[in-house]
């Protein structure tokens, strides 16, 4: 089966010459990736987190960049027939084909013909990181000038069960009741669950302008398709790149029920509000779940206060079974957010105030040799070592649905994690809440793991021991 796709959005309308770089970039030694995110949209509403399901499946798959007079056009050589009805991709799935055309192909030209500039100033890295995301955010037309603060970040993990899904649908549903707009990492699970209930309460109000917005990233869309819901789709470079999108995007943030992905996001934003500079800007921070997921948070706050503190925890707070309190609450911060960012005259739509040092911002890649010198003893700078479990974290989600972790594991056996006693325990503790609640992986019945966690004191070990 063969398909040319039209071009839609910003894409429809190109030079001569921006239409030939995309056509040669395409092509080159960024087509693998692209292949792979492409796949994946294709794939939209699929219920795996394993890329390589996909890509056995479909591996006569392939996608190329025509170009003509008008722009560029897609031929879609052997795609899924469920993108298409009667013969016609369906709409969404069109518009996210675009999507990824953009963020894979043009920007990375643009990001390229931008470090060439930017290799002659004297410009801060961690300046240079946050333009680029705001840039990224722009081109894609995500960033809307003028509006109120109006958009909840919802985490959590695309594991999780059907009584669990069903309260994330049930706060969609008392945000969408007040008319606010919906971003996830765009995945099944607790990522679809409440852009699904907000569509339906956007429905009753007759919201017309409702908005739905996906931020991932190239490694994880090839293991987790879209949801359906999802309508704006922006792929960031990596995962430090797609937290700080998140945060300065995203103006309230919930976090339901998850596996190690989710712990990493929270520890992420702890080390952003950790931060002394940090200690004014308003992010409402709350961590939600039905009566059954109750040992689940009870289980991540005493890994934050055994880590990080007591102090640590009032940044953020705790409620269970109660839909209404979380929109409430939610409102209620989004009106503070406004507040504070008139006084300050910051930015409704992109958070530019927020200090976000450089160690979040660079790139962690999970390799055996830089989780050995990971550093993960206790230390006085609580940013610091919040951020490096979140790499520690980071590594046990790329072992399990990244192809490079998972290649990584194959050839080198399960990463070895080392710190402090209290903190490896604290964390063994955690993971063993995760395995016992199945909270890891779709696509695997009984979890084998890919770390092993080792007292530095005495090189003792758990995890995959």
């Known amino acids: 089966m063969i398909s040319i796709i039209q071009p839609v959005d ?90 990824v055309l953009r963020d894979i192909v043009q920007f990375s030209a643009i990001e390229k013909m931008h470090s ?25 037309g995500t960033l809307i000038p003028g509006q109120n603060p109006n958009v909840v970040v919802c985490w959590g993990g695309h ?68 949801n359906p ?26 976090l339901f029920p998850g596996g190690p992905g989710s712990a990493e996001e929270l520890l992420y934003i702890l080390s952003v509000k950790l931060l002394r500079e940090n200690r004014h800007e308003p992010l409402p921070l709350i961590l939600t779940g039905p009566e059954e997921s109750r040992s689940y948070f009870a289980a991540l706050d005493t890994f934050v206060k055994a880590v990080l503190g007591d102090n640590a925890t009032r940044h953020y707070e705790i409620i269970i079974n109660n839909p209404e309190k979380v929109a409430r609450t939610i409102r209620e911060g989004l009106e503070m957010v406004r507040e504070h960012r008139t006084m300050t005259s910051d930015s409704y739509c992109f958070n530019w105030s927020l200090k976000i040092p450089e160690y979040l911002q660079e790139p962690f890649e999970a390799t055996h040799a830089n989780m050995s010198s990971l550093n993960l003893h206790r230390s006085s700078d609580l940013s610091l070592m919040a951020s490096n479990m979140r790499r520690a974290f980071s590594a046990i ?8 972790g998972m290649e990584e594991i194959k050839k080198h056996g399960p ?51």
Request: glycine share 6%; aromatic share 8%; charged share 25%.
């Open 415 to 465: 990463f070895i994690i080392e710190g402090d006693r209290e903190i490896m325990q604290a964390m063994d503790k955690l993971l063993k809440e995760f395995i016992a609640q199945k909270r890891f992986l779709l696509s695997q019945s009984e979890y084998i793991p890919c770390y092993t966690l080792r007292d530095s004191e005495n090189t003792s070990q758990t995890g995959s021991s």
């Open 116 to 140: 060439e500039i930017d290799s002659l100033k004297q410009i801060p890295v961690s300046r240079l990181i946050t333009n680029g995301i705001f840039s990224r955010l722009r081109l894609a």
């Open 10 to 99: 910003n894409l429809a309308l190109l030079s001569q010459l921006e239409s030939d770089s995309l056509s040669r970039f395409s092509s080159g030694e960024m087509y693998d990736i692209y292949r792979k995110c492409s796949l994946a949209v294709l794939n939209t509403g699929a219920k795996t987190d394993n890329s390589h399901v996909l890509l056995d499946k479909y591996r006569n798959f392939e996608i190329n960049v025509i170009q003509n007079e008008r722009g560029v056009k897609l031929e879609l050589i052997n795609p899924p027939e469920t993108a298409f009805v009667d013969g016609v991709i369906i709409s969404n799935i069109q518009v996210n084909l675009y999507t």
């Open 397 to 404: 989600v790329s072992g399990n649905v990244k192809e490079a």
């Open 159 to 226: 594991a999780i069960s059907q009584t669990e899904y069903d309260y994330a649908y049930e706060v969609g549903v008392r945000l969408g009741l007040r008319k606010i707009d919906v971003c996830t990492g765009c995945g099944p699970g607790a990522m679809e669950a409440p852009m699904k209930g907000a569509f339906f309460g956007h429905a009753l109000q007759g919201h017309s302008t409702s908005r739905f917005i996906g931020l991932t990233e190239p490694s994880i869309i090839a293991a987790e398709p879209p």
């Open 229 to 254: 819901y999802v309508k704006e789709l922006v792929i960031l470079p990596d995962i430090e790149k797609r937290l700080e999108a998140f945060v300065r995007f995203g103006n309230a943030i919930i």
